[in-house]
Structure formats: structure tokens, C-alpha cells
């Protein structure tokens, strides 16, 4: 069965640092979101990714947040600089459409130390 | 206009029990998904429904978009079930709102 695959699977950071998480969305799907859980906390939207630009975005996903992709296999998620409440469980998903279901990857365990 | 309310929040049961997990939201919806998150964080989608119902082996997902409220049914319930049961709407787009979880906990 076809994956979302999201690297690395943990990150430990300094706080100020940039980190980039990076995400493998399965190949056909052209719909990519990532988003976030704090530990403890209901998981979050932070953006979605269509037609190579963002479609939607939340409150969360201020000018340190940015994503990309970069050479058509690959969607990332670049933290400029990162800082304590960064840290978090980080979720990509991708869909073939807005009407069909999310794969979700694996997650990034983000620790901002 | 994102209120997404799960009940119950934590949910004991034996194995073989038919289990029901509810989900009310304030607002018109475009989309409900029901989602599991296991234990070690990984969260896999069950269903999307906007409408109806939807049956997936042991697993049902009902909506009444009237009553804005959906449910999802566990028959024959069993210990690899247990897991965090997660309810996201959205609204219009892509952005999805999701409710708290229910923490299942299925007893052999």
C-alpha cells in the first residue's frame, strides 16, 4: 500500500535554529498538508499545498513557517527559527483530492531545546 | 465556529463490546473525518463522509448533518482497537478542526 513517508522520524534542535522537516507524499496524490501536535494537545492545521503553492493557511503558520517543493517528489516544511513552543509532533498527509481521504505520514518528533 | 466536541473523552471496554465514539461540531460542515492514532503517535485515516454512512470492515461512520453529529461504531470490539479516535471537520477548503480525541482502551 502506497506511503507517506516523512524524514526524520525524531529532530532535537537548539532553540533559533532553522530546522527543515521533509515529507514523501505518495506520488499520484496532488493535495499536500502538514500539521502539527503538541504533546497532550489536539492535533492542528497548518497548511495545504496545491499546484505548487500554499491554498490554505492557519493562524499558526506565521512568516517563520514556509513550504516547499522543491523537485516535484518531495514537500518540505522549514522552521526559520525555531523556539520552544516549536516543539511538537509534525504531520504530513497528501490526497488525490479534496474529496478523497488523507494518507497521513509517520510523523517528526520536533524537540526545540 | 471550529468547535469540534468528542464524547466520551476516555472509553474503557471489554473485548467482543460494541463500541460507540460521538462527534457534534457547531456549524455547517463540508467534510468529517474520523482518524486513529495509535499509541506511538502514527494517525491513520479511517474515513471522510459528508453525507450517509460508510462501513469499513468492523468499523461503521454515521453523519446526520441535520443534527450535526456523527458517530463511529466499533462491532466486536478488540484489543488492537485500542487507540485515540480523532474527529476533524472542515468547513469549506482544506482546513480541517479537530476535536480532542477518545481514548479507547479495549480489555481482552
Known amino acids: 500500500e502506497p506511503e507517506v513517508t516523512q524524514t526524520p522520524s525524531h529532530q532535537v534542535t537548539q532553540m533559533g535554529q532553522e530546522v527543515i522537516l521533509r515529507c514523501v507524499p505518495i506520488?499520484?496524490?496532488?493535495?499536500f498538508y502538514w500539521y502539527r501536535q503538541i504533546l497532550g494537545q489536539k492535533v492542528e492545521f497548518l497548511v495545504s499545498f496545491y499546484n505548487n503553492e500554499i491554498s490554505e493557511k492557519s493562524e499558526i503558520f506565521d512568516d517563520q513557517f514556509s513550504v516547499e517543493r522543491p523537485d516535484g517528489s518531495n514537500f518540505t516544511l522549514k522552521i526559520r527559527s525555531t523556539k520552544l513552543e516549536d516543539s511538537a509532533m509534525y504531520f504530513c498527509?497528501?490526497?488525490?483530492?479534496?474529496?478523497?481521504?488523507?494518507?497521513f505520514g509517520s510523523g517528526t518528533r520536533l524537540t526545540v531545546v | 465556529k471550529n468547535e469540534v466536541e468528542q464524547s466520551p473523552q476516555n472509553l474503557t471496554a471489554q473485548e467482543g463490546e460494541f463500541i460507540t465514539i460521538n462527534c457534534s461540531y457547531s456549524?455547517?460542515?463540508?467534510?468529517l473525518h474520523w482518524l486513529q492514532q495509535h499509541p506511538g503517535g502514527g494517525i491513520v485515516s479511517l474515513f471522510m463522509l459528508s453525507s450517509g454512512k460508510k462501513k469499513h470492515g468492523r468499523l461503521i461512520a454515521t453523519i446526520n448533518i441535520q443534527e450535526k453529529h456523527s458517530s463511529l461504531h466499533i462491532t466486536a470490539s478488540h484489543p488492537r482497537d485500542s487507540a485515540v479516535y480523532i474527529c476533524a471537520v472542515s468547513y469549506t477548503g482544506n482546513q480541517f478542526y479537530f476535536g480532542t480525541g477518545t481514548s479507547l482502551t479495549v480489555i481482552p
Open positions: 498527509a497528501s490526497s488525490e483530492g479534496q474529496v478523497y481521504g488523507y494518507t
Open positions: 506520488s499520484n496524490h496532488l493535495y
Open positions: 456549524v455547517g460542515i463540508s467534510a
